[in-house]
């Protein structure tokens, strides 16, 4: 079965500095992998995705994400956080496209970034 | 604009009483999906649809019930069946033939009075 793994359930930055949020996934084959950001009260909103190919992915707003099959990981980035990047963030991992019949997305416990001015 | 729509924002349900979730998207979508928010658990899946007048249990189904008689529309009813409710609910969609990203209604937080 696979699993999603977010260690850190808080992190606090400095409006400005770099942000790195860690996301490891239990997975046999290569997976379908995503990023979502949600703000509170709201639903879940796409930052970037990981299919295939290269293994370096850019978002939206900014964010980018690394795919390093040897770590089981796709860990988020920022290089310079801005106050509204304050959320909660889920990583997210699929066994085919998300539209596919029996397809289930397993998600993270999510990480929530809380930014320093 | 286009959209899922997830209402009411706030519900409140008193034991033993079933409570009904709307959830309607106008994205002329397939797919939809529910799923349950606790806080620290991320997101886990109740019920998932991918055609109309059939749907197909998620991992954590029990003490719930869907339905989807029309493509644009998926309530969820949490029967009195769910001991521990409360949570913040999420409806999502999505084209099936599309290998993009899950469209996400704004929740219903449902609380037990």
């Known amino acids: 079965a696979q699993s999603v793994t977010q260690p850190d359930i808080h992190i606090t930055v400095s409006e400005g500095a770099s942000l790195e949020l860690r996301c490891n996934y239990s997975y046999g084959a290569t997976p379908y992998l995503f990023w979502y950001v949600q703000s509170p009260g709201q639903g879940l909103q796409l930052l970037l995705k990981?299919?295939?190919?290269?293994?370096l992915v850019q978002g939206i707003k900014g964010f980018e994400a690394e795919f390093k099959r040897s770590q089981s990981s796709f860990n988020l980035r920022k290089p310079s956080v801005h106050w509204s990047d304050a959320a909660e963030y889920f990583c997210?991992?699929?066994?085919?496209?998300?539209?596919?019949?029996?397809?289930?997305?397993?998600f993270g416990g999510g990480t929530r970034v809380l930014v320093k001015p | 604009d286009g959209g899922i729509t997830q209402s009411p924002k706030y519900l409140f349900r008193k034991e033993g009483q079933n409570v009904t979730l709307s959830c309607e998207q106008n994205l002329n979508h397939d797919a939809m999906y529910w799923y349950r928010q606790d806080p620290g658990q991320g997101l886990r899946l109740i019920y998932y649809?991918?055609?109309?007048?059939?749907?197909q249990k998620g991992d954590i189904a029990e003490g719930y019930s869907v339905s989807r008689e029309k493509k644009e529309s998926f309530p969820l009813t949490v029967t009195s069946a769910q001991k521990n409710p409360t949570a913040f609910y999420l409806c999502?969609?999505?084209?099936?033939?599309?290998?993009?990203?899950?469209?996400f209604g704004s929740g219903t937080q449902l609380s037990v009075l």
């Open positions: 990981y299919f295939s190919g290269d293994t």
């Open positions: 997210a991992v699929g066994a085919s496209p998300p539209g596919a019949a029996g397809n289930k997305l397993t």
């Open positions: 649809s991918h055609i109309v007048n059939d749907f």
């Open positions: 999502a969609s999505i084209r099936t033939s599309e290998c993009e990203k899950l469209f």
